[in-house]
């Protein structure tokens, strides 16, 4: 209950700071055309908040719901609440979009879900989704190329997505080889206190976990597959935006 607790401060103080943030970007921008913006923009605001909370993050919550064994996977409402918690999270504090990963896999550790399962899974869901994002945007440039016939464009994003085939397949292969149980070792040695000692079988026990979620095939096709889906019907927030403008 203390951790609800904290987590429920938490997420009013972020409510807050937002709101703040919020507040001093329509002062230095300037009420009158903020204002304006809004009204040309009409109900296509409230439409594309609704669309996205109900398409993107919907998929992407279902995406990593599948990942879970299905003897300990959460209910799905619950894991769509602490995916958007989450989103909100990454969104609002400039963390490199970490800190929200963070949270919803504290979210899921204290609504249930054994810690190591919860950390693995979204670490598993983290790797698949940017893999998957991956081959999404050399589709959309194969696209744009053949539409326009523009290739200026094409040398420096080939080079971004070779480079982060190499991070994210080098990421994959140092969880598969059991990086956690190796940094707790490290730390604990460093830190030279018994208190830390379980480190590094709590690193082993994570990495086992993270073995066993990539081990079912079913899981990883699924998250992929959704996070696909995400992307592909995530763009209906730009058509919805560009009909309000009338293009």
């Known amino acids: 209950m203390k951790a609800l607790g904290k987590i429920h401060v938490t997420v009013w103080l972020f409510g807050l700071a937002g709101a703040a943030l919020f507040t001093i970007l329509l002062i230095r921008q300037g009420l009158p055309q903020v204002g304006a913006a809004f009204a040309a923009a009409g109900w296509a605001i409230a439409a594309v908040i609704a669309f996205h909370f109900a398409v993107p993050v919907f998929l992407d919550a279902l ?12 209910a799905l409402r619950q894991l769509l609440w602490m995916r958007w918690v989450g989103e909100s999270v990454s969104t609002l504090v400039p963390s490199a979009a970490v800190g929200g990963d963070i949270v919803r896999a504290r979210l899921a550790a204290i609504n249930g879900t054994p810690l190591p399962l919860a950390a693995a899974s979204v670490l ?63 730390i604990s040695k460093l830190a030279n206190s018994p208190e830390w000692h379980s480190l590094g079988q709590s690193g082993a026990t994570l990495d086992q976990t993270v073995r066993k979620l990539y081990a079912r095939r079913g899981g990883v096709v699924g998250c992929c597959l959704w996070t696909t889906i995400s992307l592909v019907l995530g763009s209906g927030e730009i058509w919805i935006a560009l009909h309000a403008i009338g293009r």
């Open 63 to 74: 995406a990593w719901w599948v990942l879970f064994p299905k003897a300990e996977r959460p």
């Open 124 to 186: 598993a869901d983290i790797t698949l989704g940017v893999f998957v994002q991956i081959a999404f945007t050399l589709l959309g440039l194969g696209l744009i190329v053949s539409i326009t016939g523009h290739k200026t464009f094409v040398g420096p994003t080939l080079v971004g997505a070779l480079i982060g085939i190499v991070a994210v397949v080098g990421f994959y292969v140092v969880q598969r080889l059991g990086m956690f149980r190796f940094i707790g070792v490290v």
